[in-house]
């Protein structure tokens, strides 16, 4: 089983930055591809970023291009989502998640996904 755990949520002004992180309870997290997605009210989860096993590869959903920066960390278990400029569309409840990889690839659907994390909030004012 893995566990994940967000971080880092909060309330920012737009235009501010912030970090969110997830740390993943598993031996062999360089095994996994990471994702985060996120659910404004009223609206379904969406994709927002994902990375493959090594970091080598990454997606972004159009809205979060050139803001958002997603990384890993496979020493430490962790991965992360910087995000600059933010905006009050970005309100939501971000989630981190992972599935198996043997491949290398990244993935964008949540159907892809197999373990998700409790979600953390991030409110933008504007």
């Known amino acids: 089983q893995v566990q994940l755990v967000e971080s880092g949520g909060g309330l920012v002004q737009a235009g501010d930055s912030l970090t969110l992180s997830c740390a993943a309870s598993?031996?062999?997290?360089?095994?996994?591809?990471m994702g985060w997605f996120r659910q404004a009210p009223g609206k379904e989860r969406e994709f927002v970023a994902a990375?493959?096993?090594?970091?080598?590869?990454?997606h972004y959903t159009d809205s979060v291009k050139g803001r958002f920066t997603i990384s890993r960390d496979n020493a430490k278990n962790t991965v992360s989502l910087q995000m600059n400029s933010l905006k009050p569309e970005d309100t939501a409840v971000y989630y981190c998640?992972?599935?198996?990889?043997?491949?290398?690839?990244?993935?964008?659907?949540?159907?892809?996904?197999?373990?998700w994390g409790q979600g953390t909030q991030v409110t933008v004012s504007s």
């Open positions: 998640a992972a599935r198996r990889d043997y491949i290398g690839s990244y993935y964008y659907t949540e159907y892809d996904y197999m373990y």
């Open positions: 598993v031996r062999t997290f360089s095994g996994y591809a």
């Open positions: 990375i493959n096993w090594s970091g080598g590869s990454t």
